[in-house]
């Protein structure tokens, strides 16, 4: 199974929780692209549902991102030259620091951070040698210091502000390899975490999938919206 980016050359993308909202939308942009798209979700059926309703050249994949041995396993099978770290989870909305459930905390570092981290680590070294790759961490307004970082939900901000330091640094360490990792920000999305909000996930997914397929001299290490560097 192949797809083609901007140049013609064959890619193979990743989309982490892709079994709905805004990762099953980019999965569907993605495969609508042309590209060979692995649609991650925490189980097999629901990874099996996502790579159906995506179509195109799509394959399931069970990866549960703060599951070290299925990260692993993933890695071992699959080669992928587009990673899109989508998976996330708003779990403190409504709380403010001082009184933040820091269980509620460590668990939105487990995935929004760590779980990206993780995935990244798996999949990132075979971009390296193979001298071209695109990582996209799906990151979040409410994690912009220069807007003022998002009160109302602790661990979420913190765990994105994280999530923009760690596209930094790994930025910094994949300078000249041929691998753009780049951080998102998709505005407010109708998705289970925003049912009110009005932009829809395809609207979205659109911008993810620019930012996923990036031409050889696109920016690495920015944070985007739309198509636009901001300050974070
Ligand atoms: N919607 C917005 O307005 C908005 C704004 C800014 C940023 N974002 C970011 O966009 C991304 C997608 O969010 P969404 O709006 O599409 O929310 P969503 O509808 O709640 O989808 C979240 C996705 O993440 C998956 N997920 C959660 N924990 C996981 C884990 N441990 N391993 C693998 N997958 C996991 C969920 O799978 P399950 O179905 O198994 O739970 C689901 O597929 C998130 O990173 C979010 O922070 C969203």
Redesign the pocket.
């Known amino acids: 199974m192949t797809g083609t980016d901007v140049t013609g050359t064959a890619r193979t993308a990743l989309v982490?929780?892709?079994?709905?909202?805004?990762?099953?939308?980019v999965a569907t942009e993605l495969a609508a692209r042309g590209h060979r798209v692995l649609c991650?979700?925490?189980?097999e059926p629901?990874a099996a549902r996502a790579a159906a309703r995506a179509s195109g050249d799509t394959a399931a994949l069970a990866?549960?991102?703060?599951?070290p041995g299925a990260v692993r396993a993933a890695a071992a099978e699959h080669a992928v030259d587009i990673l899109v770290?989508?998976?996330?989870?708003?779990l403190d909305q409504g709380s403010a620091p001082s009184v933040a459930d820091l269980e509620l905390v460590r668990r939105s570092l487990?995935?929004?951070l760590l779980?990206t981290w993780r995935v990244t680590q798996a999949f990132l070294p075979g971009m390296v040698d193979r001298g071209w790759g695109r990582v996209v961490n799906?990151?979040?307004?409410?994690a912009s210091f220069a807007y003022g970082p998002a009160p109302g939900c602790p661990g979420?901000t913190a765990s994105?502000v994280a999530l923009n330091a760690l596209t930094t640094m790994l930025a910094q360490e994949v300078k000249g390899t041929g691998v753009l990792v780049n951080a998102i920000?998709?505005?407010?999305?109708?998705?289970?975490?925003?049912p009110l909000?009005e932009?829809t996930?395809e609207e979205?997914a659109r911008h993810i999938a620019d930012a996923a397929t990036l031409p050889d001299d696109g920016p690495c290490g920015v944070f985007l919206r739309r198509d636009t560097v901001i300050e974070w």
Do not use: C, E, I
């Open positions: 982490t929780g892709a079994n709905r909202g805004l990762g099953l939308a991650a979700a925490r189980d629901a990866l549960d991102v703060t599951d770290n989508n998976a996330g989870v708003l487990d995935v929004n779980g799906v990151s979040s307004g409410a979420y994105k920000n998709p505005g407010l999305v109708r998705t289970r975490m925003q909000a932009q996930a979205a």
